[in-house]
C-alpha cells in the first residue's frame, strides 16, 4: 500500500535525530526501563513489565489522550545499547504501533555522547483517534521525545553540552 494511501486511512510516522551528552549505555537503561514510563512519559498512566527475558519483555501500558484511555500490551526486543524496539502486540487502540530506538556514538572521542534516531508509526483502529492525532502528531512526538531526555537529566545530572532540540525529519 502506497504511503499516501496509508495516510488517508489514518497510518502516521514520523523520526527525530538528535545529539545528546548521554552515553549509549545510559539512554538505553532510560528507554528500555518500560516499568518506569508511567513516570515521566506524557500520556502513560501505566507501565508493567509482565514477563522478561535477553533481549526482550513484555509489557501492559494504559494511555491517555484525552478523552480516551485505552490499554495494549507491547512486545520489546532489546539490543544493548544499539536498540529498543517496541511493537503493539495486543489492544484496541491501535492497528499498528512500532517505535525503534537506535543509540549510535556521538562526538567522536566523547563516549558521554550519543545520537539517538526514533521513529514511531501507528495506525488507530478509530477514525476519530486518527483525526484527533493528525492535530497533534508532531508535538506529541517531541514531548514524548523530550520526556526520555529529562529523565536522563534526573539520572545522570545535567548535560555538558547543548542537546539539539529533537526535530521531526520526516512525517506521513
Known amino acids: 500500500m502506497k504511503l499516501a494511501q496509508r495516510a488517508a486511512l489514518g497510518y502516521m510516522g514520523g523520526a527525530t535525530r538528535t545529539l545528546m551528552r548521554y552515553s549509549m549505555n545510559q539512554m538505553f537503561d532510560v528507554v528500555s526501563e518500560v516499568e518506569h514510563y508511567h513516570k515521566f512519559v506524557p500520556y502513560c498512566k501505566k507501565s508493567q513489565v509482565t514477563s522478561r527475558r535477553p533481549g526482550f519483555l513484555k509489557a501492559d501500558l494504559v494511555v491517555g489522550f484525552p478523552p480516551v484511555v485505552e490499554s495494549y500490551t507491547s512486545s520489546v526486543t532489546l539490543a544493548r545499547p544499539h536498540l529498543v524496539r517496541a511493537v503493539c502486540t495486543e489492544g484496541k487502540l491501535f492497528n499498528h504501533l512500532l517505535t525503534i530506538w537506535k543509540f549510535s ?68
Do not use: W
Request: aromatic share 10%; glycine share 4%.
Open 105 to 172: 556514538p556521538g562526538i567522536h572521542g566523547q563516549p558521554d555522547t550519543c545520537t539517538l534516531d526514533f521513529s514511531v508509526s501507528f495506525e488507530f483502529r478509530s477514525m476519530i483517534h486518527s483525526q484527533m492525532a493528525h492535530v497533534f502528531f508532531s508535538d506529541a512526538v517531541r514531548k514524548n521525545v523530550n520526556s526520555f531526555l529529562v529523565e536522563a537529566q534526573r539520572r545522570y545530572g545535567k548535560e555538558s553540552i547543548l542537546a539539539r532540540r529533537p526535530q521531526i525529519v520526516e512525517t506521513s
